[in-house]
C-alpha cells in the first residue's frame, strides 16, 4: 500500500513539474540521447542494421498494418533461407519496444546477429497502423471498437501469413511480450489451424489469467469497469493514450539526465511495470517515451478489466443481453487453451505486476505443450524489464535465444 501511494503521488508530482517547466526549446541538448525523436526505423539505422518497412498490409476487414524487418545481422548478410523471427509488442506499444535500447541489448538485433529474419509486428491502432480502407480513426467510432481479441483473431494471422509469402517459409518463431502473448493465446484458440505455423512460442510477461494481479492502476480500472465503460463510450474516447507529442514531451522535459525529477519521472514506469529502480537505465527513458505510449483502444483496457475482475481468460462481455444474441450465452465464453497446441516457453518473474506468477503458473497448467517455464533469476525483475532492463540479455534473452535453438 505504501508503494503504492508513493507511485501515485510520484506520478502527480511528475506531471506538475513536467508541466511547470519551460518549452522544450530551452532545454540542454549535450545530454540529450541521439536515438530521442528517432522512431524505429531511424533508430535501427542509426545503429547500421539493414531494416525494410512493409506498409498497408491489410487485415480482412479492413485495416492496414505497418511491419519493420531486418533481415539479417551485421556478419551474416548472405545467409539464405533464414528461419524467421515474428516479434509482437505489447499493450500501447509498437515496433520500438524491440530495438530502443540499442544493439548491445534488444531483442531485435540480437536475433538477427543470431540468423534469423526478423519481423516486428504493430497492432492496429497504434502510431504505425491507426489506418484503415474506409474508416476515419480520428473521425469513426468504429475504427476503435475492437480489443486484443481482433489483434489475436485477425492481425496477427494477417501478419504471420504475409510473412510467410514474403519468406516462403512455412513457419515462424514467435516471440510475444505482454499483450502480444494474450493475442497469441487468443489466435489459437479462435483459429487452432495457425498452430501449423508456429515453431515455437517465446512469451514474455505471458497474460491470460489477471484475477491475482497486484498493478494498482488496473486494479481501479478492474473496480470501476463498468461505470469506465459506460463513461468513456459517453463521452466518446475511444482512443485510449495515443501518441501525441505530450507524452514525448513529458520524457524529454521531465526525464533528460539534468532534470530534479527524474527519480519521479522513473515512479511513471513503475506504476505501468513493478519495482525496480536498479535495471532500469533512467537515462534512457526519453527514448522510449519517444514512441511509448503508441496508443490502444479503450476497449482494449476494458477487455483487461474484465479479466481481472472476473478471473476468467474469456471473450468481451457485452453485457447479458448483448452476449446471448452474440455469444448464445449470458456469458462470454472461454478461450480455448487446450486448442493452443504450438509449444510454448514462459518467461515469466516473481516482482511482475501484471503477470502475477500464480496467475502464470495456473495458465501454465492448462497448456498442452508446454517446452519451457522459466522464472527469471531476479527476484526484482518487473513487467517492463523484458524489454528495458540493463541485464535482459544474461536473465532473459539468452535463455530465450538457447530455447530457440533447441527447436531449429
Ligand atoms: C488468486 O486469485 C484467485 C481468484 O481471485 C484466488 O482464489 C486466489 O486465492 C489468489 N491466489 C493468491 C495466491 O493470492
Ligand atoms: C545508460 O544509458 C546511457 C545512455 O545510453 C549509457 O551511456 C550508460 O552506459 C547506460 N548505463 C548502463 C548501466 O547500462
Same mark, same amino acid.
Given at each position: 500500500m505504501f508503494d503504492t501511494?508513493?507511485?501515485?503521488i510520484?506520478?502527480?508530482?511528475?506531471?506538475?513539474?513536467?508541466?511547470?517547466?519551460?518549452?522544450?526549446e530551452?532545454?540542454?541538448?549535450r545530454?540529450?540521447?541521439p536515438d530521442?525523436?528517432?522512431?524505429?526505423?531511424?533508430?535501427i539505422?542509426?545503429?547500421?542494421?539493414?531494416?525494410?518497412?512493409?506498409?498497408n498490409?491489410q487485415?480482412?476487414?479492413?485495416?492496414?498494418?505497418d511491419?519493420h524487418?531486418?533481415?539479417?545481422g551485421?556478419?551474416?548478410?548472405?545467409?539464405?533461407?533464414k528461419?524467421v523471427?515474428?516479434?509482437m509488442?505489447?499493450?500501447?506499444?509498437?515496433?520500438a519496444?524491440?530495438?530502443?535500447?540499442?544493439?548491445?541489448k534488444?531483442?531485435a538485433y540480437?536475433l538477427?546477429?543470431?540468423?534469423?529474419?526478423?519481423?516486428?509486428?504493430?497492432?492496429r491502432g497504434?502510431?504505425w497502423?491507426r489506418?484503415h480502407?474506409?474508416?476515419n480513426?480520428?473521425?469513426d467510432?468504429?475504427?476503435?471498437d475492437?480489443?486484443?481479441?481482433?489483434?489475436?483473431?485477425?492481425?496477427?494471422?494477417?501478419?504471420?501469413?504475409?510473412?510467410?509469402?514474403v519468406?516462403?517459409r512455412?513457419q515462424?518463431?514467435?516471440?510475444?511480450?505482454?499483450?502480444?502473448?494474450?493475442?497469441?493465446?487468443?489466435?489459437? @484458440?479462435?483459429?487452432?489451424?495457425?498452430?501449423d505455423? =508456429? $515453431?515455437?512460442m /517465446?512469451? #514474455?510477461?505471458?497474460i491470460a489469467?489477471?484475477?491475482n494481479?497486484?498493478?494498482?492502476f488496473?486494479?481501479?480500472?478492474?473496480?470501476?469497469?463498468n461505470?469506465?465503460?459506460w463513461i468513456?463510450?459517453?463521452?466518446?474516447?475511444?482512443e485510449?493514450?495515443?501518441?501525441?507529442?505530450l507524452f514525448?514531451?513529458?520524457?524529454q522535459?521531465?526525464?533528460?539526465?539534468?532534470?530534479f525529477?527524474?527519480?519521479?519521472?522513473?515512479s511513471v514506469?513503475f506504476l505501468?511495470?513493478?519495482?525496480?529502480?536498479?535495471?532500469?537505465?533512467?537515462?534512457?527513458?526519453?527514448?522510449?517515451?519517444?514512441?511509448?505510449?503508441?496508443?490502444a483502444a479503450?476497449?482494449?483496457?476494458i477487455?483487461?478489466?474484465?479479466g481481472?475482475?472476473?478471473?476468467?481468460?474469456?471473450?468481451?462481455?457485452?453485457?447479458?443481453i448483448?452476449?446471448?444474441i452474440?455469444?448464445g450465452?449470458l @456469458?462470454p465464453?472461454?478461450?480455448?487453451?487446450?486448442? =493452443? $497446441?504450438a509449444? /510454448?516457453? #514462459?518467461?515469466y518473474?516473481?516482482n511482475?505486476?501484471?503477470?502475477?506468477?500464480?496467475d502464470?503458473?495456473?495458465?501454465?497448467n492448462q497448456?498442452?505443450?508446454?517446452?519451457?517455464?522459466y522464472?527469471?533469476?531476479?527476484?526484482?525483475?518487473?513487467?517492463?524489464?523484458?524489454?528495458?532492463?540493463?541485464?535482459?540479455?544474461?536473465?532473459?534473452?539468452?535463455?530465450?535465444?538457447?530455447?530457440?535453438?533447441?527447436?531449429?
Amino acid at each position: 500500500m505504501f508503494d503504492t501511494m508513493k507511485n501515485v503521488i510520484g506520478f502527480v508530482l511528475l506531471l506538475t513539474a513536467a508541466l511547470a517547466q519551460d518549452a522544450p526549446e530551452t532545454l540542454d541538448e549535450r545530454n540529450q540521447h541521439p536515438d530521442v525523436g528517432l522512431n524505429t526505423i531511424q533508430m535501427i539505422q542509426r545503429q547500421e542494421y539493414p531494416v525494410e518497412e512493409h506498409i498497408n498490409i491489410q487485415t480482412p476487414d479492413g485495416y492496414l498494418l505497418d511491419m519493420h524487418r531486418i533481415p539479417h545481422g551485421k556478419n551474416n548478410a548472405g545467409q539464405t533461407n533464414k528461419p524467421v523471427a515474428f516479434v509482437m509488442h505489447g499493450l500501447l506499444s509498437s515496433s520500438a519496444d524491440w530495438v530502443n535500447m540499442g544493439s548491445e541489448k534488444s531483442i531485435a538485433y540480437q536475433l538477427a546477429d543470431e540468423g534469423y529474419d526478423v519481423w516486428m509486428g504493430n497492432a492496429r491502432g497504434n502510431t504505425w497502423s491507426r489506418k484503415h480502407i474506409i474508416l476515419n480513426p480520428n473521425r469513426d467510432s468504429d475504427f476503435w471498437d475492437f480489443s486484443w481479441h481482433e489483434i489475436g483473431s485477425i492481425d496477427l494471422p494477417t501478419m504471420i501469413d504475409y510473412v510467410l509469402r514474403v519468406t516462403g517459409r512455412q513457419q515462424v518463431f514467435y516471440i510475444g511480450h505482454s499483450q502480444g502473448t494474450t493475442a497469441f493465446w487468443v489466435m489459437l @484458440s479462435e483459429r487452432p489451424e495457425y498452430n501449423d505455423k =508456429i $515453431r515455437l512460442m /517465446v512469451a #514474455l510477461a505471458p497474460i491470460a489469467y489477471m484475477s491475482n494481479l497486484t498493478n494498482p492502476f488496473f486494479q481501479l480500472l478492474a473496480m470501476f469497469h463498468n461505470t469506465l465503460e459506460w463513461i468513456f463510450s459517453f463521452i466518446g474516447i475511444d482512443e485510449f493514450l495515443p501518441n501525441t507529442n505530450l507524452f514525448g514531451l513529458i520524457g524529454q522535459i521531465a526525464c533528460n539526465d539534468e532534470s530534479f525529477v527524474q527519480g519521479l519521472c522513473a515512479s511513471v514506469f513503475f506504476l505501468i511495470g513493478g519495482w525496480n529502480s536498479a535495471q532500469l537505465n533512467q537515462s534512457m527513458i526519453p527514448v522510449i517515451t519517444t514512441n511509448t505510449p503508441a496508443g490502444a483502444a479503450t476497449k482494449q483496457m476494458i477487455h483487461y478489466a474484465q479479466g481481472i475482475s472476473s478471473g476468467h481468460f474469456r471473450k468481451y462481455d457485452y453485457g447479458l443481453i448483448l452476449n446471448l444474441i452474440r455469444y448464445g450465452s449470458l @456469458s462470454p465464453p472461454a478461450y480455448e487453451i487446450a486448442n =493452443i $497446441r504450438a509449444p /510454448v516457453g #514462459l518467461f515469466y518473474s516473481a516482482n511482475d505486476w501484471l503477470a502475477a506468477v500464480v496467475d502464470v503458473h495456473q495458465f501454465a497448467n492448462q497448456l498442452p505443450n508446454l517446452a519451457l517455464q522459466y522464472l527469471v533469476p531476479d527476484p526484482r525483475f518487473n513487467h517492463l524489464d523484458y524489454l528495458f532492463a540493463i541485464d535482459v540479455r544474461p536473465l532473459c534473452y539468452d535463455r530465450a535465444l538457447a530455447l530457440m535453438r533447441q527447436f531449429a
